[in-house]
């Protein structure tokens, strides 16, 4: 049994808990609002993003019990092999890792938009080609390929570098939108009448609010990027819980902030039917003018810094954790010599995201749609894995009361856990039934398709030899430690052999 790889313990809670806020909010706080009122209309589109992040709180119970007792790096990987054994980890390990390095990609595809709008001289010059009815220019992809190598380089460098810029660019990212809406309120020109009507009026309400409810996995997914930093932790794991809520209400109340500004200084529906490239530019822009342009550049760059950051951070550690247990090649587990941090995964992630850029933002789009059932399966597990531990009485459960893994015994916790396995499932299912308000279009499809395909073939390809390394040392791999707080009789219920 070779030596287990252990990344240090670096991490300070409020670094965390700017991981995963940061991650969370990203780029679409800024950038989507005026689609997300196409939608569902302004109230419509605050109440759908209100609900899902009260659904993303009732998962949050589980993952703070998992991240609590099995701090350990992979995250939802290492929760489906406790559960289920290693295939099920394999099945929720490939399409995680899906969905951070589409979400890295996109970020510096906005970062490119951004471009496009502050300095479109050099964001659109050299155009090369259209993609999807969408303009590809060499200054564009070179601000994403920048963007993705220099956040690259900071990860390689530590997760204390990292965390400590995260955490800045957060604080610069609230007070700018705090900003921002201070100013719309007090302008003359804004006016709540320009909310109205507050529902989208061509649909019933409910189908608009449920439509934006259906992207709440991918709205917030960054506070699941806190058990992927578990192992890096320098404190208790008991404090992972507060810190997801903590993320998850901020992120919410800046989603609906922004919401609000945008729809406050023109009739909301004239906005939207114009198509403009970012509405929430155009309206600040035309209220508060370069200063206020400014300060949401500056807002909109540290939501994309951060989003670059915290899944940089995610998805290198999801990659580290399945390279450790040898279902990816031995290198991904392999640590810096000198910074002691997963680089492989770093700079996989990297090359991965730098052919992005070169397809358009329209085919990028689509990947991520689809991307949102890789979270979504995520969240699923974590929430049954977490449903077989609690009991709702003394009998047996899967915990070791003598150790320090308890308050096991409580129907609260179990119901919570319940609940948000069935949330899980019902964001699966509406984005996959084809009756659904937010049912994946034919694109998204097929490039879900071609990811499972690829997943296929390399299970075929790796699955032989992992399938046949033995249990006692795939447990160790995986689990560390920690592994020995479970009682056996659970672990033999799983498909582990």
Sequence with gaps: MEERKQLKQTLKPHWVWAIALGSAVGWGCFVLPTIWM?????????????????????????????????????GEFAYAYIGFGR?????CGWFLTLGYICIVALNASALALLGKFIIPSVASQGYLYSVGGWDVFIGEVLIASLALIIFAYLNIRGAAVSGRLQFVFCLILILGVVAITVGMLLNPAT???????????????????????AIAPWAYVGFDNIPQAAEEFNFSPEKAFKLIVLSIIVAALLYSLMIAVTALSTPWQKLVSGQPIWGTGDVVSDTLGSIGV??????????????????????????????????????????????????????????????????????????????????????????????????????????????????TVSPIKKSFALLGAICGMTFLGL???????????????????????????????????????????????????????????????????
């Excluded at 419509?44 to 993003?49: C, N």
């Excluded at 009732?58 to 790096?73: D, E, L, Q, R």
């Excluded at 295939?87 to 099945?91: E, K, M, S």
Aim: glycine share 8%.
């Design 38 to 74: 196409g939608q569902a209309g302004p109230l419509g589109a605050i109440i759908g993003l209100g609900i899902g992040g009260l659904l993303m709180l009732i998962i949050a119970v589980s993952y703070g019990f998992m991240v609590k007792n099995f701090p350990v790096s992979g």
């Design 87 to 91: 295939n099920h980890a394999y099945i």
């Design 191 to 213: 006016s709540f009448s320009n909310m109205q009507p507050l529902f989208k009026p061509e649909i019933p309400v409910w189908t608009a609010v449920i439509a934006i409810v």
């Design 294 to 407: 400014t300060i949401l550049a500056i807002a909109l760059c540290m939501g994309v810094f951060t989003g670059l950051n915290g899944f940089y951070v995610s998805a290198s550690r999801v990659l580290f954790a399945m390279g450790r247990a040898q279902i990816l090649p031995k290198t991904f587990s392999e640590l810096h010599p000198k910074y002691e941090t997963p680089h492989v995964g770093v700079i996989f992630t990297c090359a991965c995201c730098l052919v992005a850029p070169w397809f358009g933002r329209e085919v990028l789009l689509w990947i991520v749609d689809m991307s949102a059932i890789g979270v979504t399966i995520a969240y699923s597990y974590t929430c049954i894995v977490a449903y077989k531990f609690f009991k709702w009485s003394d009998a047996h459960s899967g915990i070791r009361e003598e150790d320090h893994l308890n308050g």
């Design 431 to 497: 984005l996959l039934i084809p009756q659904s308000p937010a049912f994946l279009g034919k694109p998204s499809l097929i490039a879900l398709l071609v990811w499972l395909l690829i997943g296929v073939i390399f299970y075929l390809y790796k699955g032989n030899v992992f399938r046949k390394i033995p249990e006692e040392e795939l447990d160790y791999y995986i689990l560390g430690e920690t592994k020995n707080n479970i009682d056996p009789e659970f672990l033999s219920k799983t498909d582990i052999k």
